[in-house]
């Protein structure tokens, strides 16, 4: 009897063994089977659906998350079901928080929580993959875990030890594909973010202004992290808002972006005190769910996601990019990269911009000096010189006329010592104004010093239209003027001169002119 119990549990011992090793050769071609699976696929995105598809014979896998470890927290990248379908859409910001991630990123260790009993599973998970127990594998080993794979099993499985085996097993090959994967990502990412930093001062090389600079960065940074609007904010000398640049906005919000904040001292415009003394970028996936706008503001311009980096100069911060989703979405840690890059660089194309633009402006401002009258701002002798050959010539090719009237205000002297030069100045843009309005788009008007002015008239249509305009800038000036308060009235000689076929010197021309108004002043005529 005795010999016939130990044959009985030798039998069994042994086919106990026997089991064990079939599993273990089992075990073993699935491991071999998964390596070649997963070392065979191009990318890591297909390289989790493998290891997906593998698990799912063995433990009944209904879907798998791969969490990655971004700005320090475990982020969810991939989504897939049993057959390898894609569920991105599934995740964060909708995607609910699961402790059981940061637990197994901490420990090292794999790890099994059952949904409804374990404070590492939220209610909220639960309830929205409704799944039985949920398996966490780390990608590496603690402290240098990359990533943290999440299996949900069917909610009647028992999950075994040897299973958990398995996919810890498994986990391991992952996360030397998450290890190749990162470190192709980071060469693809260098050769990115070249790209659009070329692509960016390619671009804003070529603006001919500051917004159409602000409007490049705009757009690339835009591009570059698949937002759908992109506002460069930039402040004056004064901290006051002083252009608005946005793309991909609806008309209505970009103008009353313009009409509420153009002027604003920055201080008051919400996003502008973000980065602080710091300059650091902020990147929000869910604008309601954040404290660090007002919900007026969140509301009025539609933010469902957004980034706000600062644009730094060499001396103080110039502007804020900003860029915006009309949903919460994540902000993914190369699109951080690659705003908080652009916005860099974008600065200093700003910036370089502003600095043409006030050159080009103060080269503007010495050419309008050295043809124009600082008193009158009316064209001075030079540009009215300038002004009368190119009318003699187009005249001459034309068979036309033009005429040259000399306006002289009659004891302006006298007028001047009486009233003092600040009165005398006065009544010279006075007359300056009125003559303006006599005159029509084409003529031009200028002075030649003192008090005397010149007009130029071309396109003479009629043989009376000289005389036409001479009379109205007679009567216009005779009219009465006040000049601080006091009431003066002027009486002027006009000297006429009008070209003739071949006239094509224009020094004898106005000389013609000077010497009639001349005769006039003596003859007393007006």
């Known amino acids: 009897g005795v010999r016939s119990i130990e044959l009985v549990a030798a039998s069994a011992g042994q086919a106990l063994a026997w089991r064990e090793a079939d599993r273990l050769q089992a075990d073993t071609q699935f491991l071999l089977d998964l390596s070649d699976a997963i070392g065979s696929e191009v990318s890591l995105h297909r390289a989790i659906r493998a290891g997906c598809e593998q698990l799912d014979r063995r433990i009944g896998v209904e879907r798998s998350f791969l969490f990655l470890r ?111 994967a990162q470190g192709d990502g980071e060469k693809d990412f260098r050769a990115r973010a070249a790209g659009e930093a070329k692509r960016l001062f390619e671009e804003g090389s070529t603006a001919v202004s500051i917004d159409e600079a602000a409007e490049a960065l705009a757009r690339v940074t835009r591009d570059a992290t698949k937002a759908e609007s992109g506002v460069v904010y930039l402040a004056d000398d004064e901290g006051r808002i002083s252009q608005v640049v946005g793309l991909g906005m609806a008309l209505r919000n970009a103008q009353r972006l313009k009409d509420v904040l153009i002027g604003m001292p920055v201080e008051e415009f919400p996003p502008w005190g973000l980065a602080g003394a710091e300059g650091d970028a902020f990147f929000v996936d869910d604008a309601h769910s954040s404290t660090l706008l007002p919900r007026e503001f969140i509301s009025q311009f539609g ?52 600095l043409r633009t006030a050159d080009q402006e103060r080269l503007h401002e010495m050419a309008y000096q050295a043809f124009h009258d600082p008193l009158t701002k009316l064209a001075n002798r030079s540009l009215f010189d300038d002004r009368v050959e ?50 029509r788009p084409e003529d031009t008007i200028a002075r030649l010093g003192g008090d005397e002015f010149s007009i130029l008239v071309e396109d003479i249509g009629r043989s009376d239209t000289v005389k036409i305009i001479a009379d109205r800038v007679a009567r216009k000036l005779q009219e009465p003027f006040s000049i601080h308060g006091e009431i003066h009235n002027l009486t002027v000689s006009i000297g006429i001169s009008v070209s003739w076929p071949g006239c094509v010197e224009a020094g004898e021309l106005v000389r013609n002119a000077d010497l009639a108004m001349y005769r006039a002043k003596l003859n007393g005529r007006a």
């Open 70 to 180: 971004e700005d320090g927290r475990m982020v969810p990248r991939v989504a897939l079901d049993a057959s390898g379908n894609d569920l991105s859409a599934t995740l964060s910001p909708v995607i609910p928080d699961l402790p059981l991630v940061e637990a197994t990123a901490g420990s090292g260790l794999p790890s099994l929580a059952r949904s409804g009993s374990s404070p590492l599973i939220t209610p909220a998970w639960s309830e929205m993959f409704e799944s039985g127990s949920v398996i966490a594998v780390p990608l590496g080993r603690a402290p240098d875990v990359r990533g943290v794979w999440v299996l949900c099993v069917d909610g009647d499985r028992r999950v075994t030890p040897a299973q958990m085996r398995l996919a810890g097993a498994t986990g391991a090959h992952l996360a030397l594909a998450v290890e190749r």
């Open 390 to 439: 190119h009318a003699l010539a187009r005249a001459d090719r034309r068979h036309e006329a033009v005429a040259i009237l000399f306006v002289d205000i009659d004891s302006f002297k006298e007028i001047n010592d009486r009233l003092g030069h600040e009165a005398g100045d006065a009544l010279l843009v006075a007359v300056s104004e009125r003559l303006r309005d006599c005159l």
């Open 303 to 354: 933010l469902g996601a957004y980034a706000a980096l600062p644009l730094l100069g060499a001396e103080r911060q110039i502007g804020l990019l900003m860029c915006s989703r009309s949903t919460p979405s994540l902000w993914t840690g190369e699109q951080k990269l690659l705003a908080t890059h652009l916005a860099y660089q974008g600065a200093m194309i700003i910036e370089n911009a502003q």
